[in-house]
């Protein structure tokens, strides 16, 4: 789970760069339900297991961010 971060640490690498400014940057609205079709198509053709991995998460720690940044002159 190494790989997952919050807003505010993808915000802060991104920002201590210095090559970008940050124009947006929050969670995603319902982003366990956005996930979960994939999920259940990545269970049956992949062999994933998102789908077990987001109905354990029953404190709603999982987020999706969205952001998005413009590069500096």
């Known amino acids: ?4 971060h919050s ?3 993808w915000r ?6 210095g090559i970008v400014e940050i124009t947006a940057c929050y969670d995603m ?3 366990k339900e956005i996930w ?3 999920a259940k ?3 049956a ?6 789908v ?5 998460d029953t404190n709603n720690d999982i987020a999706l961010i969205v952001m998005s940044a413009i590069k500096r002159q």
């Open 1 to 4: 789970m190494f790989s997952f």
């Open 7 to 9: 807003k505010e640490w």
């Open 12 to 17: 802060h690498l991104w920002e201590k760069t």
């Open 29 to 31: 609205e319902e982003s």
């Open 36 to 38: 979960q079709p994939w």
């Open 41 to 43: 198509w990545a269970k």
């Open 45 to 50: 053709n992949l062999g994933f297991n998102d």
């Open 52 to 56: 077990e991995f987001l109905e354990s």
